[in-house]
């Protein structure tokens, strides 16, 4: 597993369209912004790019888990990839993990790149170690929903032709759900309803509260986590025994 753990990973930065979405798109909306806007005073000795840096790492991390990683394992049924392994006793568990793993890290290095950039370029405020972790341990539950979204997104509708516009269309309407591009409060009631049950939501707009020092934990976002998490999980196995668990059997 460590090996193709490793070979998913250099793959991934091999592929113009991930690093650009994951790594370079964040970084050019961050400056847009910047130089639109300046990097004015929201109280409290901070400034807009300790808000807007939750909103730029949700802008890479959505393309990287409904984008890139479903079309990444839409590929492997396509191609008969994971055909082969598991019909060679390789475990749907360990090839998932292992992808899986490869986008997490992935995900969480690109936070890295944005929190830097804003640190060094736009004198991004940064909270003390513990509160630091607490965020980037929430934020990393809001990318392991979207990846698990993804990979449901991708057994359901294994055609890369089809599943790119798919994925597209639910990135952009996260991006309008989450504020992306229009400050969060200025957004339609309606919409801003809708988006209270999306964890991504809490992940690019509320966890400014743990930057900020003033509290540790979002209790709401937490419990909406879980739930998607154990009902996507759930999803995904039912799908996989219902399309592909045969193919351990015969090809």
Known sequence: MRDYLWVNIKTIFRIPLSVFFSVAYPILMMVIMMMSYGNPSIGEGYHLIDKYVMVVIGMGILPLTLVSF??????????DSLKRMLFFKVKFKTIMSAEIIAHLLVGVFCIFIDIAFAKVIFGLNMPGIKYFLVFLI?????????????LL???MLPKT????????????????????????AELPDK???ISGFLPIKY???????IWMEKQMFNNRFMLISLIYIVALF?????????KYSHWRIKV
Not at 203 to 209: H, K, R
């Open 234 to 242: 759930t999803l995904v196995m039912i799908v996989y025994y219902k």
């Open 161 to 184: 032709q089809a599943l790119m516009p798919v994925g597209l269309i639910t990135m952009f309407m996260m991006y309008m759900f989450c504020g992306a591009f229009v400050s969060y």
């Open 70 to 79: 479903p079309i990444w394992v839409a590929s492997d049924i396509e191609d």
């Open 191 to 193: 919409i801003r309803r």
């Open 153 to 155: 997104l991708a057994l």
């Open 203 to 209: 992940a690019m707009n509320d966890l400014l509260n």
């Open 138 to 150: 929430q934020y990393f539950i809001a990318v392991v929903v979207c990846i698990l979204f993804g």
